[in-house]
């Protein structure tokens, strides 16, 4: 069973303990725990629905809104689906044990870089409880063993989903403390895991901006924060006009709740012409709310200039997710670079151009996580990039950049092979 | 020049300037750039001499002891040394650009996965003033501007190194700023450079724990702590005897003030009475003192017994980094691996063997940077694994883990293409 009602400290020594054995366990083992998993979660569903009940009144009567609601709810369709993620997961290749660099020496030293578990991983996280299961999984698959620490809000569920989790993986041969979970859902709960120095080898939070700086505040352990997207779709001179305009309606409108969304169009001044009035007239019909800057409402044309805002300073950098979008006009590729460069947030940036010196530049020249040439920014994402699935994703540089896969939740090291090799 | 009279934060702001254009500097104009400096330094050798000897003078005259008068040195060979290292880092291979994965997605869109610079690299360090060079050289060549903070020991030196080496960098058509030196060797400065978010990309400290104790108390922006070395030498049942000796004799002796030096060494039960007498033997006539648990004790022999201490239950826990060794008999290799994992740093951890299971137990089980099988862990080093060079070494496990080289100075980015794709 999880160990709910142990301390923090002692959740973590255990998780740490789990994780030698777990480091050395084959991928077949693994596997089979995560189908138990899965199967456990379809038939303790009715368990499951319970505790989520109790979750849901608490939500109605703390007076939470729609959206967190619908975020907490469970219902037999959604533990299936959960259920079926952990099968994904499972099906995926295992990390572990992957050479990813080898050699033999000039001495005859053997050297083989080994990808390894990273030991320990903490996942702190908000009112989804699948993500109690999403997240075990995936550690689970690394050879990592893992704490969880949920909000108050899905205490109940949580409790159950991790409680059914741990049981199966053990009894699948997993050892005990491979899956833990923290029973408190406060700050201090918080802060004792974020200092586990030596014991918990990475944190990750999955949640809003007020989890981040509750973490930042406090850890001690090394954190890698979830990206926030200021994302921008820049239309060269040279692009062909309805590929700019489907790239970027799509980045903009497919899901603009989302961090690879698109928040700001730029437009090449030599394009400008053809593409503005084809572009905002398509954005607009979409529903999407204009602030531009003088030069593009001076090429919008009359018809839609009435419906365009002036852009202020402050909407560069901010990430609307919304149906809002900030439009401006450059005059060449390197001015759109130091723009992303200088007001994006290092996630996902597109370039579309025919001109191969354009898409070089832009290419070698943004600093982010993912750049993209003719192709949307919404294609950041670790299924679509073929990871098989993603635990967040990361804009900051060290480590992990980009989706956060199977592998990026794993460390390495080196293994050196002699016969008797001293130094000299 | 090295801006030395700039505000710590504008020469973070020129680096981070710099930084976007060295991202895309072909790795033939960073190479003349190393050979430039190089010869600057070998043109300019007199005014470097003649720096350092006003930093060797007030070190006299405060008294620094005459190991820390060493570090500060200077003479022509140091700086023919230095230069020439310089060279040997232009011919290493250039990181910046390698393909490190690639797969064309089932929609069409190719993905790669590309070696890039991680933009500014800060380097904080100590007496010696060579790290000046070797640090700036390795950034310059990993495409990353560079910030350099030394010692207020060393600031006459380091002023006029940095100065040569921002000239010829610039004059070989680097952009300005590719290399800074913050003045101040105060902790203000420290703390300034240290909170540089969003502009700095990663902070490299090279020196002891109290610079190290420092950093963490205000870094916000990354740090890669570089290791200390608690490593051990396991000696099992099957090992070779003269194979064991010689390797634990290397791995304490060769160069005992080292991270990698090993400062524990366990020996199977079943092959202590033949391995002991011999081992401690061969350490004792080297000059080494031996810390020793009961078991080793007695089984060292009348001859040797008078000579041992017993170990204290700090011992185990001791980077000694001098001629000392605690020794302790265990009765497996599960035993080994507890104790290498409960009391090591991470770093380095040998095991010498016949036993292919128990190579591989050690191997899977032991979670260090390295780990050896048959071999001295005095070869963890970025020279020795074939890296070229290395700023540091890191026991931590994100990012890199082990010498941290050309490589490791690196981030990656996702570069997609496609021809128009959409997210449906």
Redo the contacts between chains.
């Keep these: 069973m999880a160990t709910t009602t142990s301390s923090v400290t002692d959740i973590c020594l255990a998780a740490q303990e789990a994780s ?1 054995q777990l ?2 366990t084959d991928s077949a083992t693994k596997d089979r725990a995560l189908h138990a998993i899965a199967d456990a979660l379809v038939a303790r569903t009715p368990e499951i629905l319970e505790a989520n009940g109790r979750d849901m009144d608490a939500g109605r009567e703390n007076g939470l809104d729609a959206a967190l609601l619908d975020r907490l709810l469970l219902d037999a369709d959604r533990v299936a689906a959960i259920a079926a993620q952990v099968r994904d997961i499972a099906a995926l290749p295992d990390p572990v044990g992957e050479v990813i660099d080898g ?1 033999r ?1 000039p001495n005859g ?1 053997d ?1 083989k870089k080994v990808r ?1 578990p ?2 320990v991983v903490a996942v702190v996280y908000e009112a989804r409880p699948n993500v109690t299961i999403d997240a075990a999984a995936l550690c689970l698959k690394s050879g990592n063993a893992i704490v969880l620490r949920g909000s108050s809000s899905a205490a109940h569920s949580n409790a159950v989903l991790a409680g059914i989790a741990a049981q199966a993986a053990e009894e699948a041969g997993l050892p005990a403390g491979t899956i833990g979970l923290v029973a408190g859902g406060g700050r201090e709960e918080l802060a004792e895991l974020a200092t586990q120095t030596g014991i918990v ?2 944190i990750i939070p999955r949640g809003g901006e007020g989890l981040k700086n509750a973490l930042k505040g406090v850890a001690t352990v ?1 954190v ?1 924060y979830a990206a926030s997207g200021n994302c921008h779709v820049f239309v060269d001179a040279s692009a ?1 006009v309805a ?1 700019a305009v ?2 970027v ?3 903009k409108t ?1 899901r603009p709740g989302v961090c690879n969304a698109a928040e700001t169009l730029l437009v090449h001044a030599d394009a400008a012409p053809a593409v503005l009035p084809a572009a905002l007239g398509a954005l607009r019909d979409a529903g999407v709310e204009l602030r531009v800057d003088g030069r593009t409402r001076a090429l919008a044309g009359a018809d839609l200039a009435a419906g365009l805002l002036d852009a202020g300073e402050e909407d560069w950098d901010t990430e609307f997710l919304a149906l809002t979008l900030a439009v401006g006009v450059v005059d060449s590729v390197d001015e759109a670079i130091a723009h992303v ?1 200088r007001h994006g947030s290092g996630h996902s940036e597109a370039i579309v151009t025919n001109d191969a010196a354009a ?1 070089r ?1 832009f ?3 943004v ?10 920014t ?3 994402d670790g299924g ?3 990871m098989g699935a993603e635990i967040g994703n990361s804009t ?4 992990a ?2 989706p956060i896969g199977l592998r990026e939740l794993c ?13 000299g």
């Design positions: 030698r480091a050395a050699k020496l030293l050297v390894v990273l030991g080898d990475l090394p890698i062909d590929t489907e790239i309606l799509n980045a497919q460069n898409a530049a290419e070698l020249g600093d982010a996580a993912c750049v993209y040439v003719n192709a949307s919404r294609f950041t679509e990039f073929g900051q540089k060290l480590h950049r980009g460390a390495f090291k080196y293994v050196v092979t002699g016969d008797g090799h001293v130094r």
